[in-house]
């Protein structure tokens, strides 16, 4: 069965170190998300993609990059990690850009901790 | 400025009375509605959509009434079940079709239901 994943789940680090949490999707979408989920402020964008090579920001991209060299994979980096970023991330994927279902499919999440 | 809006941080009700869960809008742009519902410790999954071009759109208990002028959606679910306890969030696009491809999700309520 086709399905997205997230590694790790769980993952606790030290302020000013750099962090890259995966994203793996088997659907073969196109489009690829990552959110922070906060509470207060529910699922905020950070970046996206919509094929191969191609990358966006999206609202809280601060601090934030990712790259697509594949269609499975969009790998999140914090570049120095931020106590701020405490969060849980999750990853979605949709069909192309034009579907007609942009309906966004979820992976489990990504617990992350900044000490 | 929040462009979707769940006002109502939490929601109680009792198991199969009728849940009413409320979304307002801001961007007149928004032609698509979808509605998400998370677990803890998992993902969102996504729930139920609407297209502008109408104003009803039901699926077994669920069902998402769009009002355009007023810009508001809601989700009724009946009979309500303890199962349905959730986080739902409300979501709007810009473009049917997937044309963008990015949600703008609100902040979500948390429905309990008691038995």
């Known amino acids: 069965d086709a399905e997205i994943t997230q590694s790790p789940r769980h993952k606790i680090t030290e302020t000013g170190r750099q962090v890259t949490l995966a994203c793996h999707q088997t659907?073969?979408?196109?489009?690829m998300f990552w959110y922070r989920q906060d509470l207060g402020h529910g699922l905020r964008l950070i970046h996206y993609s919509y094929g191969v090579q191609d990358t966006n920001k999206g609202e809280v991209s601060d601090g934030y990059s990712v790259s697509r060299s594949n269609t499975e994979d969009l790998p999140l980096t914090l570049e120095s990690a931020a106590s701020s970023q405490t969060s849980v991330y999750f990853c979605?994927?949709?069909?192309?850009?034009?579907?007609?279902?942009?309906?966004?499919?979820f992976g489990p999440g990504t617990r992350l901790t900044v000490l | 400025d929040q462009q979707v809006k769940q006002n109502s941080p939490s929601l109680s009700v009792q198991e199969g009375r009728i849940s009413i869960l409320n979304c307002d809008y801001t961007?007149?742009?928004?032609?698509?509605f979808l509605w998400y519902k998370k677990y803890p410790a998992e993902g969102p999954t996504f729930l139920i959509s609407i297209s502008s071009i109408k104003d009803k759109n039901e699926d077994g208990r669920f069902t998402v009434f769009l009002n355009k002028s007023a810009k508001h959606l809601s989700l009724h679910i009946v009979p309500s079940q303890p199962g349905d306890s959730a986080v739902y969030f409300c979501a709007a696009s810009v473009g049917y079709g997937g044309s963008q491809g990015n949600l703008i999700f609100g902040k979500g309520t948390k429905l309990s239901v008691k038995p």
């Open positions: 659907w073969n979408h196109n489009n």
């Open positions: 979605a994927s949709s069909l192309d850009r034009g579907s007609p279902i942009n309906e966004q499919f």
């Open positions: 961007n007149s742009m928004f032609d698509y």
